[in-house]
C-alpha cells in the first residue's frame, strides 16, 4: 500500500514534489498501488520511486526521470512516456498497451510479459532491454 504523505505531495503538482524530492533525495517514494489515472506528471523526478501495482491510466510522464523505477504489474496503458528516461526500470507484466513511448530511453529496462500492444515505441532507445515479446 502507498505511503498517503508520498501519493499527497506527488497530488500537489510536479513543482511540489520536485521540490521535496531535491530535499530528500535519500528516500524511495513509496506510490505502491497508488491511483494516478490522468495525474500531469511531466518533467517529475520519480527516480527509485517504487510505483508497482499503480494505475497512471492516460498519465502524463513525458521527460519523467523514471531511473531505476519499479512500475512492475502497473497499469500504464495510454500512458505518455515522450522523451521520458525509462533507463533500468521493472516494468515486468506492466500494461503499456497505447502507451507513447517515442524517443523514450528504456536502455535496460526488463520488459518480460510487458503489454506492448499498439504501443508506440519510435526512436525508442532500447538496448539490452529484457522481454519476451518481440518490439
Given amino acids: 500500500m502507498a505511503n498517503n504523505k508520498h501519493v499527497a505531495l506527488l497530488k500537489q503538482g510536479v513543482a511540489a514534489w520536485n521540490a521535496w524530492r531535491k530535499e530528500n533525495s535519500n528516500i524511495s517514494p513509496d506510490l505502491i498501488g497508488a491511483n494516478l489515472i490522468d495525474a500531469i506528471l511531466r518533467e517529475a523526478n520519480l527516480y527509485r520511486a517504487d510505483l508497482s501495482t499503480a494505475d497512471l491510466r492516460g498519465a502524463n ?10 512500475l512492475s504489474a502497473s497499469n500504464l496503458s495510454g500512458t505518455k512516456f515522450f522523451q521520458a528516461n525509462l533507463s533500468g526500470p521493472d516494468l515486468n ?23 506492448l500492444t499498439k504501443a508506440n515505441l519510435t526512436r525508442a532507445r532500447r538496448v539490452c532491454a529484457e522481454t519476451t515479446k518481440p518490439f
Avoid at 61 to 70: F, M, V, Y
Fill in 61 to 70: 510522464l513525458i521527460e519523467a526521470d523514471l531511473i531505476g523505477t519499479d
Fill in 93 to 115: 507484466e506492466a500494461d503499456l498497451s497505447f502507451a507513447d513511448l517515442t524517443e523514450a530511453n528504456l536502455v535496460g529496462a526488463d520488459l518480460m510479459e510487458a503489454n
